[in-house]
C-alpha cells in the first residue's frame, strides 16, 4: 500500500544560503531553527545576501568564505564583541591577523594574587596593602580565574 503522504523535497542551498547559514552557525542556530526563524520572518534571507555574495566574491569557495566568517566570529566571541556578514568582508585583508584573545589564567588564594618567585622557588600572596606574604598552603587550595 502507497503512503498517501508527499515527500518533501529538500531544495539544495544555494552558495549564498550556504555562506549566510554558516554565520547564523557560528552565532549558535542549528540548521532546524535557522529554518524555523526564516519561516516566522525573524531571519530574512534578503537582508544577507548582499554581504555574503561580496564574501562568495572575495573568498572564491564557499569554503573560504567558511573559514573566513568562523576566523572574525571566533576573534570577535573572544572580546565579547558584535560581528556580522558585514564585519566579514570589512575585516577581510586582516584575516590572518586576526586572533582570538587568548584565555589568561593566574593565580589566586582568597582572592589575593599569587607571584612565584624563581629565585625562592616559592608563591607570595599580595594583600590589600600591597605585602608579598608567603604562601604556606597546599597546592590545591589555588584558585585559578580567567583575569581579562
Known sequence: MASSKKSKREVPETDIQKVVNHYFYTRG???????????????????????????LELAGSVDKARQAITTVAEWAKSRN??????TVAKKWLELDRLKP???IKKPFYRNMPLVWSNAKGKWYAINDDGEWLEFVGQEEEIEWKVVD
Request: proline share 0%.
Open 29 to 55: 542556530l542549528s540548521l532546524d531553527e535557522i529554518k524555523e526563524s526564516a519561516r516566522k520572518k525573524k531571519i530574512i534571507y534578503g537582508r544577507y545576501t548582499r554581504a555574503a555574495k561580496e564574501i
Open 81 to 86: 564583541l558584535e560581528y556580522s556578514l558585514e
Open 101 to 103: 584573545r587568548e584565555v
